[in-house]
């Protein structure tokens, strides 16, 4: 490999490292909405807009066997491991990962469904309660 071509690469990895940390970083912001909005019963559209961030990047991570599609990436251009050294964060964060965010992503889910089984059941009584008063004016 010519000097030339190990710069572009290093360049090259590099910048795959700050387009991950920023996904990372974007998808962690999302799935900490959706558990915030869940927990103070907010659920709307958008804790909808965030879990649809934090889905679609789960089953793309899952459609893939459970590897970053940036690692092959990393991996070509050099690093030895590119599911870890593809992110900047410590190693032992970037290697637990998806047994950190299993329970946080069941959390979010039950949070929600909550939220919205509860407002199925209100908005039954709310529009009953309206008609009610409609009906004694």
């Known amino acids: 490999m010519t000097g030339t071509t190990r710069g572009r690469d290093e360049v090259a990895l590099i910048l795959i ?3 991950h940390t920023l996904a990372w970083f974007s998808i962690e912001s999302c799935l900490a909405y959706v558990l915030c909005a869940g927990a103070a019963r907010r659920t709307d559209r958008r804790a909808a807009l965030a ?6 990047e789960s089953l793309i991570f899952t459609a893939n066997r459970f590897r970053c599609p940036r690692t092959q990436l990393a991996e070509n251009l050099g690093a030895t491991d590119g599911s870890v050294t593809g ?3 410590p190693r032992w964060l970037a290697r637990n990962l998806p047994a950190i965010h299993v329970p946080l992503l069941a959390a979010a889910t039950y949070l929600n469904g ?3 089984r509860q407002r199925q059941r209100l908005r039954p009584q ?3 309660s309206a008609l009610s008063q409609e009906l004694h004016r």
Do not use: D, E, F, P
């Open 126 to 128: 709310a529009h009953l």
């Open 17 to 19: 490292k700050a387009v």
């Open 51 to 56: 879990g649809t961030v934090v889905a679609g």
């Open 114 to 116: 909550r939220n919205l």
């Open 87 to 89: 992110i900047w964060l």
